[in-house]
């Protein structure tokens, strides 16, 4: 299977601590993305890097890209308890045609 | 803001009926996408289209048909819906440019199959 994986599946931390989740895949990719869902919702797209970037920040968010190990994370600075939702990696594929979605996260961030 | 609203957000049917969900999106996208989420599987493909009225399976097509008949609307057809396919379906459209773009996501929509 060509799907992302994250890690760890659950996560707890306290607010104002960073989180840190991964994300391992397996064949070559174009690009790589990160989506949050709060509890029974729809995804909400964070963030997109490309096979030829290593790194990308948005706020409070920086995603790390290395190809090399086929491998991403998604880091959280300075958590808050609005944080808490589930985490997803998203893949799209060289020579595919569709974006390849991980099992997820599931952050839980405590006041 | 993108906007892409689903028929119901949660939904029981009984086993061998016919279920329809839709998704409308407002922002002129070509893509669309049907979802199922189950837990600790992710988002699985079911179908996809880049076209009115074009479609193609996903992964897990199987039990389901999808109609495109306007380009903001698409609809997933559960044929006779079965207990095993209770989950959340999830529809999501994004712009032309191939699928390696930005997803916009409708709030889903809970299956119960008794």
């Known amino acids: 299977s060509q799907q992302g994986e994250e890690d760890p599946q659950a996560l707890s931390i306290q607010e104002g601590e960073n989180a840190t989740m991964n994300c391992s895949y397996k064949?070559?990719?174009?690009?790589l993305q990160w989506y949050r869902q709060n509890s029974g919702r729809g995804l909400v797209h964070l963030i997109l890097?490309?096979?030829?970037?290593r790194e990308k920040h948005s706020g409070r968010l920086r995603v790390t890209l290395d190809t090399s190990k086929k491998s991403s994370s998604l880091l959280i600075t300075a958590s808050r308890a609005a944080d808490t939702a589930s985490y997803f990696c998203?893949?799209?594929?060289?020579?595919?045609?569709?974006?390849?979605f991980g099992a997820g996260t599931r952050l839980f961030v405590k006041a | 803001d993108v906007k892409v609203t689903q028929s119901s957000r949660y939904l029981v049917k009984r086993t061998g009926e016919k279920v329809f969900l839709e998704c409308v999106q407002d922002?002129?996208?070509?893509?669309m996408f049907w979802y199922r989420q189950d837990p600790g599987l992710g988002l699985r493909l079911i179908y996809f289209?880049?076209?009115?009225?074009?479609?193609e399976k996903g992964d897990i097509p199987e039990g389901y048909s999808v109609s495109r008949e306007k380009k903001e609307r698409f609809s997933l057809i559960l044929e006779s819906a079965s207990t095993n396919q209770t989950s959340m379906y999830l529809c999501?459209?994004?712009?032309?440019?191939?699928?390696?773009?930005?997803?916009?996501f409708g709030p889903g929509t809970r299956l119960t199959v008794l």
């Open positions: 999501a459209s994004s712009s032309q440019g191939g699928p390696y773009n930005e997803q916009f």
């Open positions: 064949t070559s990719i174009n690009n």
């Open positions: 890097i490309r096979s030829n970037e």
């Open positions: 998203a893949t799209d594929h060289t020579g595919g045609f569709k974006t390849i």
């Open positions: 922002m002129d996208h070509e893509n």
């Open positions: 289209s880049y076209d009115v009225k074009m479609k």
